[in-house]
């Protein structure tokens, strides 16, 4: 056990600093730097751990003796006092052998090569909005006008969903993870998007079409499970990779050396898409509780206890990446937990690095004057929501004609 005393946290820290949007909250590098596994009491009372540093958080989220199951966790925000267990569908909240079972399914319809096929009509997406805002320009909101729509579009065809139904399931989608929401709320929402998903499940038993809720309808699979995957794919697609786009449009706008550098090595791409990940991580929290005792970098964690991972501290701890605090596109970003680790790693990963892949580059070929139309302290941070971003990113640029 460390000597110095770590002041206790009652709460996981979610302020990122002000002025600094990119940032992780300020506490945590501190607490790292004291403790990179420290004890944290949760807002309902539970006494439990909050893993900062890269090598323990990693350790954590590889090591079966922790569960994901949402029922056995303390939740380290306010607001929630009890968790509900995950409703069919939803991965994340799930161990092994469900999760096996289900994930085994799945993978196949994720990999490289499906999504590589992918990029031709990727381009395709890309290249209409693009259009679309050069014709309304030269002022737009991003987020609306292109890093939206464009993973929206891609996660419709690969599920075999109709975009032109976007209004209803993005409703459904937001209320799922609306801070403000209840946890009844979130769970009608759930309900909402459930039954819709299973409105095209039972269409796709009788006329199967060429997309993966199709695939699914040929396996052992029911039409709850389906329905379940379905939707839990469908608002996984949704606001991840759109926030990462519009939030890593904005770190390259406001670093212009860095978007020259990516200018002048476009093949540099996928490494700055990953060091992006790394040091945008947009997502707040994992957390697993212990199915036994486990002894961990000096610590005993007791069974039942909750460990809360920061993936945004354990992706800027200077023991794995040499100045964490620094964007730099050229540095090799590989092993980051931006898409998590071990067996609950993000399915959709390879969908979600094609996405960016082709929509920075295309951007910013597009519109090489691209800047933004605000003050940079007047982009409206998505400081609150489970998934980190922007709600609008309002660009300009100039007329080429
Ligand atoms: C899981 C991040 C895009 C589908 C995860 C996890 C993270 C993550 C951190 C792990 C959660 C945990 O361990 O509890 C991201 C980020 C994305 C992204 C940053 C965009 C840049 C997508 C997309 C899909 C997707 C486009 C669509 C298919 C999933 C699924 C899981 C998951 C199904 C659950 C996997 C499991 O529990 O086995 N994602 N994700 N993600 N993600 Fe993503």
Request: charge should be negative; include cysteine.
């Amino acid at each position: 056990m460390p000597h110095h005393e770590v002041p206790p946290l009652d709460s996981l820290p979610t302020t990122r600093p002000a002025g600094c949007p990119f940032d992780p909250p300020s506490e945590l590098a501190r607490i790292r730097a004291e403790s990179p596994l420290t004890r944290m009491v949760y807002p309902d009372g539970h006494v439990g751990w909050l893993a900062t540093g890269h090598a323990v958080s990693r350790a954590v989220l590889a090591d079966s003796r922790f569960t994901s199951r949402y029922e056995l966790m303390h939740y380290p925000l306010p607001g929630v006092t009890e968790l509900p267990p995950a409703p069919v569908g939803d991965l994340t909240g799930i161990d092994a052998p469900e999760h096996t079972r289900y994930r085994k399914l799945l993978t196949g319809r994720f990999t490289v090569r499906r999504m590589r096929v992918l990029t031709e009509r990727l381009e395709q997406i890309t290249a209409e909005h693009l259009d679309a805002m050069e014709s309304h320009g030269p002022s737009v909101d991003l987020v609306q006008a292109y890093a939206h729509p464009v993973p929206a579009m891609m996660i419709c065809e690969l599920l075999g969903v109709p975009y032109a139904d976007r209004e209803t399931f993005t409703r459904h989608a937001r209320a799922l993870t609306d801070p403000d929401n209840t946890p009844e709320e979130m769970y009608a929402a759930w309900g909402a998007l459930e039954e819709y998903v299973r409105g095209l499940v039972s269409a796709k038993r009788a006329n199967p079409t060429d997309d993966v809720l199709s695939e699914l309808t040929a396996t052992d699979l029911d039409d709850t499970e389906i329905a379940g995957l379905g939707s839990f794919l469908l608002g996984a697609g949704l606001d991840t990779t759109a926030n990462m786009i519009a939030l890593g449009a904005f770190a390259l706008l406001s670093h212009p050396d860095q978007l020259a550098a990516l200018r002048a090595d476009p093949d540099g791409i996928d490494q700055a898409v990953e060091e992006l990940l790394r040091y945008l991580t947009i997502t707040h929290t994992g957390a697993r509780a212990a199915l036994e005792d486990v002894e961990l970098d000096g610590h005993l964690i007791k069974a039942g206890e909750t460990v809360t991972i920061s993936a945004q501290a354990a992706n800027r701890d200077p023991a794995k990446f040499a100045d964490p605090d620094t964007l730099d596109l050229r540095r090799q970003a590989t092993g980051h937990l931006g898409f998590g680790h071990g067996v609950h790693q993000c399915l959709g990963q390879q969908l979600a690095r094609v996405e960016m892949r082709v929509a920075f580059p295309a951007l910013f070929a597009r519109f090489p004057s691209l800047r933004l139309a605000v003050p940079d302290e007047d982009v409206p941070l998505r400081h609150d929501a489970s998934i980190y971003g922007v709600h609008r990113l309002p660009v300009t640029w100039d007329h080429q004609h």
